[in-house]
């Protein structure tokens, strides 16, 4: 099955500083990736579309110069959370879509990444 | 426009029942549902998906029912059992690439099959 993978699990870092996180299409080609926020029994909020070899397209709401994504290559895209501040704390996960032949349109997650700023 | 809602908000079943839960949608341009499941610090898994030229779709325990005219479709869990303890999400999308492939989710369920 479709396997996507997120590093690392979890992240703990000082106020200030930058944070990278990676995921991986580990069995698949992903020309699309996503990236969503959750918060403690919420739902999933979309922060932004991830193109393989063009620029991100952000939800509405969302600083574009705070969380970077690159998507470098048809297996990885990465978010990065630029200053984080302890409002950035968050359970980030991302998710890649299998173009399937015929119009396919499944969507996996990856495992999650809990990021505490303290 | 873009919304889906969903409910219930919690849902408690005893092991053996049915769980139903429901969604609802607005955008008509809306072709692809997918239900998730998650656990507690994990990321969402697609349990179960359909297109609107079905009506319902069964995969073992789970099945998905559709009503186009009335822009809802629903998730049933048969014989729930403990396991199946969990969040669950049902969400919406157009097929295609891109932007126009992103998840639209409801609010989320959280199930509880009691013993």
Request: hydrophobic fraction near 35%; glycine fraction near 8%; charge should be positive.
């Amino acid at each position: 099955g479709a396997v996507v993978s997120q590093h690392p699990s979890r992240v703990i870092c000082k106020s200030g500083t930058s944070v990278k996180i990676e995921c991986r299409s580990l069995d698949f080609q992903a020309t699309t990736m996503f990236w969503y926020r959750q918060f403690p029994k919420k739902s999933l909020m979309l922060m932004a579309t991830s193109n393989e070899g063009s620029k991100a397209t952000y939800e509405q709401g969302v600083e574009k110069d705070k969380f970077l994504i690159n998507h470098a290559s048809l297996t990885l895209s990465t978010l990065t959370v630029t200053s984080a501040h302890p409002e950035d704390s968050s359970f980030y996960i991302c998710s890649a879509r299998d173009p399937m032949p015929g119009g396919g349109n499944e969507q996996f997650f990856g495992p999650g990444t809990r990021l505490t700023v303290l | 426009q873009q919304q889906v809602k969903q409910s219930p908000q919690s849902l408690i079943v005893q092991k053996g029942g049915i769980s139903i839960i429901n969604c609802a949608y607005e955008n008509t341009a809306f072709d692809y549902f997918p239900w998730y499941q998650q656990f507690p610090g994990k990321g969402p898994a697609l349990l179960i998906a359909i297109r609107p030229d079905v009506s319902e779709k069964k995969e073992g325990r789970f099945t998905i029912s559709f009503n186009k005219s009335a822009k809802q479709f629903s998730l049933h869990i048969m014989d729930s059992q403990p396991g199946d303890s969990a969040t669950y999400f049902c969400a919406a999308s157009m097929v295609g690439t891109g932007t126009a492939s992103k998840l639209t989710f409801g609010t989320g369920t959280r199930l509880q099959v009691t013993l």
